[in-house]
């Protein structure tokens, strides 16, 4: 499926396709379009949309892209769970404390959008940081250190 996106991604447009390719579609196909084309793209291409006002799966209810793809996908996973919370406190400025892991997080993506302008280029380079991330978040969860 195509999932369809604003261009120019940073922590939430990083960290949903992570989630999505690992654990929603492994074949799924990002799109990177201007913020006033979102919607239109993903209807002419028959895909989903995310991260975007009106989007399918966006910022609500306080939670941010991530959370609300955690929580349509029913991932109850702790360690997602864990990983979410800090991916909501790097995406979400007013809440970076919530996670001592999400300024570290936010420093990192914000990092990455300052020496990357491709957004595909971007997920190559950090979806080994969410892998890592997860496993630490896993070995958490089940109460192992690393």
């Known amino acids: 499926m195509k999932w369809v996106t ?9 960290a949903c396709p992570w989630l999505i390719r690992r654990f929603i579609d492994p074949q799924a ?10 919607l239109e793209v993903a209807r002419r291409e028959g895909g989903k949309s995310f991260d975007c006002p009106g989007a399918d799966f966006t910022h609500r209810e ?3 892209s991530f959370e609300v793809l955690v929580e ?4 109850d ?8 919370r800090i991916v909501h406190g790097a995406d979400i400025a007013a809440d970076v404390v919530i996670a001592p892991e999400a300024a570290g997080l936010q420093a990192i993506a ?3 959008a300052a020496i990357c302008q491709d957004d595909h280029r971007k ?16 070995a958490k969860a089940a109460g192992r250190s690393l």
């Open 6 to 14: 604003r261009e120019g991604a940073k922590t939430d447009r990083v």
């Open 29 to 38: 196909e990002f799109l990177f379009v201007p913020k006033d084309q979102v």
């Open 62 to 64: 306080g939670k941010c």
């Open 72 to 75: 349509a996908y029913r991932l």
């Open 77 to 84: 996973d702790p360690a997602l769970q864990a990983l979410a």
């Open 110 to 112: 914000h990092g990455f």
């Open 123 to 138: 997920l190559e380079l950090e979806f080994p940081l969410y892998d890592a991330l997860y496993a630490w978040c896993e």
